[in-house]
């Protein structure tokens, strides 16, 4: 596999390099290039009980020859000791719970496996890699633990003040050492925004050796592919027919790591791409217009996105033709209200607690059920199988379950730690030049 900038696609990079670099030096978002294909060992991981397995498998032929099968194996079991899990709901849904790593959250899946490819690939150097992250929620806590006492690496997180849960804020800012937190006042996409600047600053760029851990990161991304291709061979729970896979959306970096899992080989119906009002990308698979807009806040705050930026990587995934991308992904929103009733449903009717994010990717699959049984004898639709990425536990978001379905989930320990925990983090302002000036004051 080999990486190359979306804005100039004949400049081919390494995986490393991509690692490394984060953001092209053009501004351009890193994207798979050439033939891959995986297909191959779709009949070994149907085979597979272990996501273990799975994931050294697909690592090892993903990542040769910059990172050699063994020790792509061996990354990949030391990364990812934690496992996805599926559980079926009813007769045509099944959740995936991807919140079973160290922050219980679905990003846990790159970020762990980010920090180890980094670590690994930065032994025996001197200088320090700064890593710098925009999180509108669960990136952040993830992103800390992951790198948190990593040698050679510090981590600079920036989150919108006042727009993410207290726990969310906490697992982000208590941990110190070599995670450094910026209060930013103003929204994500700001913080996106002055993450972008930072990359593209000549002066930034040669005083320091910048990276991200966002899914800007296509390190990011990768080892995000890997839950697809476990949870789409799981043949005892799915049957025989390919899986539509239900995403819960914001900067659709977990969306585009299914199209690649697809694209690479694995069999798949369809996606849908949930979102909350934030529904930029649903309006423009409905009517092929793309118009940013400055988010909203909601219930789901990992996904107030106003300005997704990999939706340039979908565009490229399907050579900017809106057509092919519609007819593969469907687009759905769901209002807070809705998402509210959705959890009290769930728990009310299956005895399942669910966070307000997967509930937005729930509500969307029970809608896109609804209207395809209407055609299921035209569409031949009936007995689809629809994965909901399931994407945080729902004790991170304790005041909203209890408020939708009066229970109050059980806190696991090492959350419950967190919020005990003073926070550390910097306020700072929406221009770019008091970042500038605490980065080179603080790593240069």
Not at 3 to 30: E, K, M, N
Not at 274 to 298: C, H, K, M, W
Request: aromatic letters at 8%; one cysteine or more.
């Amino acid at each position: 596999m080999r990486f190359a900038s979306i804005a100039h696609p004949g400049q081919v990079v390494s995986f490393r390099d991509a690692l490394f670099t984060g953001l092209a030096p053009d501004g351009g978002l890193y994207h798979p290039v050439g033939a891959t294909d995986i297909s191959a060992l779709v009949p070994v991981m149907e085979k597979t009980a272990s996501f273990q397995d799975v994931a050294a498998e697909a690592c090892a032929a993903l990542l040769a020859p910059d990172i050699p099968a063994e020790q792509a194996r061996s990354l990949a079991r030391r990364a990812l000791p934690f496992s996805p899990v599926l559980r079926r709901v009813d007769e045509r849904v099944l959740l995936l719970e991807l919140f079973h790593g160290p922050s219980y959250a679905f990003k846990d899946f790159g970020a762990q496996f980010l920090a180890a490819s980094m670590e690994a690939l930065l032994q025996g150097e001197t200088r320090r890699t700064q890593i710098l992250v925009a999180t509108s929620g669960d990136t952040g806590s993830a992103v800390a633990q992951a790198f948190h006492g990593r040698a050679n690496i510090d981590v600079v997180i920036l989150y919108p003040s006042g727009r993410v849960s207290e726990l969310q804020e906490k697992q982000l800012t208590t941990l110190g050492g070599n995670v450094h937190a910026l209060e930013v006042r103003g929204s994500f996409d700001d913080c996106q925004r002055l993450v972008k600047e930072a990359f593209q600053d000549a002066a930034l760029r040669a005083a320091l050796r910048l990276t991200s851990a966002n899914s800007i990161n296509i390190g990011r991304l990768i080892p995000q592919c890997l839950y697809y291709l476990f949870g789409g061979t799981r043949k005892a729970e799915l049957g025989e027919a390919a899986p539509t896979f239900c995403v819960p959306s914001g900067n659709f970096g977990n969306l585009t790591a299914g199209v690649y899992a697809w694209r690479w080989g694995l069999p798949v119906r369809g996606f849908i791409a949930a979102t909350n009002v934030n529904d930029v990308v649903p309006i423009y698979l409905e009517s092929g217009r793309f118009d940013p807009r400055p988010s909203a806040q909601t219930l789901s705050n990992a996904m107030d996105v106003g300005n997704p930026s990999n939706f340039e990587r979908l565009k490229e995934l399907f050579k900017g033709s809106w057509e092919d991308m519609a007819s593969r992904i469907e687009g759905r929103s769901v209002t807070d209200a809705r998402t509210l009733e959705t959890m009290r449903e769930v728990h009310s009717a299956h005895g399942i607690l669910i966070d307000p994010h997967t509930a937005v990717g729930f509500a969307a699959a029970r809608d896109h059920l609804a209207a395809s049984r209407k055609g299921d004898a035209a569409s031949g639709s009936a007995g689809e199988q629809v994965i909901v990425l399931s994407t945080a536990h729902p004790a991170k978001f304790s005041d909203i379950v209890l408020k939708a379905t009066g229970a109050v989930p059980q806190m696991p320990e090492p959350l419950a730690r967190s919020l005990s925990l003073p926070k550390q983090a910097r306020q700072v302002g929406t221009g770019f030049a008091e970042l500038s000036e605490y980065l080179l004051e603080s790593f240069g």
